[in-house]
């Protein structure tokens, strides 16, 4: 199921307009200071970090730990579409699967191959609350410059912060790429419409054909369970002309691949200020038997032409509410209508990304503390 909340879609060059502004929205962007320098830590494996104890509780608990993951930061050119009214992925060389969005079924196709990538981290498997770090301020490659970012993926939690280098009209775009694996245990069991994924972003797009994208895919694999995978979800932001917007809000069946689920969105922006706040999500149809352990494999993909955006860290209850009292009708379900019930518990939810400066004092004391007890 898709939904466009204006019916004009992304054009080719991205200039079409709407005729209608939303409703001007009652919370402010967090402004971000860029840093300055280059940064990329892979933070998994530390030894000193031990599991921490899971407690019996309504709702998968975990993980456990993270079967590795890796985050890729670069610059991707834009092409001609490739198969319109039908989003796009590229292969996924950490996972193995086709899950990196590249078009979301309208407008141009981004291009990010491993050659366009400027800077990469990987690790193998981690326990929280170790987790795995990447940062880039400037730098580029051929298709353009690269603006700045920051990353990071916890397990349960994953937050991210991009901003574009280049100029607006789709020439080039900056992308963030998170895969990981994720170990969760649902000791107590769920019930059916109580977990699901979601996914969203907020920023800005000051400037005419400024753009804003991220897309989930999740998979889900268990004894009892079975492989379960999740639709797609896909928002994008596009400012048209003044006060002029292109919004896009999609569930991705994937063709069937994926199994139906309810699912719901909605997307507001202020016309005065250009900022925005958007959530989509599903709602699993099916119930996790008590004592499940299940492995997820997620992947997210960002991209800002040349918009800024990140993934909001507070709860995704309070997006939600946000969203529902400010946008006029509500939050929407997928396919019209009223939103399904949110579910108590998301696989993954938004959390702050740490500066780059206070990952290094993080590595400074973890260091002087191994130099100590050697010492000792």
């Not at 191959?113 to 929280?128: D, F, R």
């Not at 100029?167 to 895969?179: D, K, N």
């Not at 038997?289 to 991209?303: I, L, M, N, S």
């Not at 009292?325 to 997928?334: E, H, K, T, V, Y």
């Amino acid at each position: 199921m898709k939904t466009r909340i204006h019916s004009s879609p992304f054009s080719v060059a991205r200039n079409q307009k709407c005729t209608s502004a939303l409703k001007r929205s009652r919370w402010l962007l967090r402004v971000r200071q860029c840093i300055a320098g280059a940064l990329a830590l892979a933070l998994g494996g530390s030894p000193l970090v031990a599991a921490p104890v899971f407690v019996s509780t309504a709702g998968p608990d975990g993980p456990f730990g993270t079967g590795g993951g890796g985050i890729s930061f670069g610059v991707a050119p834009w092409g001609a579409p490739v198969s319109p009214g039908v989003p796009t992925y590229l292969l996924n060389n950490f996972n193995g699967r086709v899950d990196i969005l590249t078009n979301p079924g309208i407008g141009q196709t981004a291009n990010p191959v491993i050659p366009n990538n400027t800077s990469s981290v990987v690790s193998g498997p981690w326990v929280p609350p170790t987790f795995l770090f990447n940062s880039q301020f400037g730098g580029g490659n051929i298709w353009g410059p690269f603006g700045w970012g920051n990353a990071a993926i916890y397990g349960p939690t994953f937050g991210f912060q991009l901003a574009d280098g280049g100029v607006p009209g789709g020439i080039s775009t900056s992308y963030q790429i998170l895969s990981w694996n994720a170990t969760f245990n649902d000791p107590g069991g769920s019930p059916a419409g109580t977990v699901g994924t979601y996914i969203a972003m907020k920023g800005t797009v000051p400037l005419v054909q400024d753009l804003a994208m991220v897309a989930l895919r999740t998979q889900l694999q268990g004894p009892n369970i079975g492989v379960i995978e999740v639709p797609g979800l896909i928002l994008a932001v596009e400012k048209t002309g003044p006060g002029t917007y292109n919004a896009l809000a999609i569930q991705d069946g994937l063709g069937g691949g994926a199994m139906p689920m309810p699912g719901g969105w909605g997307i507001l922006i202020n016309p005065v200020t250009d900022q925005f706040l958007a959530m989509a999500y599903n709602v699993f149809p099916f119930g996790i038997p008590a004592g499940e352990t299940f492995v997820a494999r997620a992947t997210a993909t960002v991209y800002a032409d040349p918009a800024d955006l990140e993934m909001p860290f507070n709860s995704f209850f309070d997006v939600f509410f946000e969203l529902d009292l400010n946008i006029p009708g509500g939050m929407q379900a997928f396919g019209g209508g009223p939103p399904p019930p949110l579910p108590n518990n998301m696989l993954f939810t938004g959390r702050e990304v740490p500066e780059p400066a206070s990952v290094m004092m993080l590595l400074l004391g973890l260091t002087a503390l191994i130099l100590r007890r050697r010492g000792a």
